[in-house]
């Protein structure tokens, strides 16, 4: 069985190739500002997903949760762990989106620039 880090990091390369794929095409259609694109919709995906990990923010849901939480240890620790997981992926492919914007304004402005 593959433990949850290991098949976070497989997901993560795979998708790391299908996007590396994907910008090829959006520079080959719409040059730079294609990868100005896809790294805005990368960090807009990246922010709604950290912001969806079902953390209650207001009313009776935050008292709640605090007394339906993990009550032993053991819970608490795979919560974590599998917390952890996804949010080291999350920061990855958020690095990515920078990265793209970065490399997209800096060819973008190479073209202005020629």
Not at 3 to 18: H, M
Not at 34 to 45: K, Q, S, W
Not at 99 to 104: P, Q, S, T, V, Y
Request: hydrophobic fraction near 55%; include cysteine.
């Amino acid at each position: 069985m593959i433990a949850a880090g290991s098949a976070a990091n497989l997901l993560a390369a795979a998708v790391l190739i299908g996007l590396a794929g994907v910008a090829f095409g959006m520079v080959v259609y719409l040059g730079p500002f294609g990868l100005v694109l896809l790294g805005v919709v990368i960090l807009f995906v990246c922010t709604s997903m950290s912001l969806r990990d079902e953390t209650p923010i207001a009313g009776d849901a935050v008292f709640r949760a605090r007394l339906d939480g993990p009550k032993s240890p053991e819970q608490r620790a795979a919560l974590q762990a599998e917390k952890h997981a996804l949010l080291s992926s999350l920061r990855l492919f958020r690095w990515c989106g920078v990265g793209l914007i970065a490399a997209g304004s800096a060819g973008f402005a190479w073209q202005l620039w020629q």
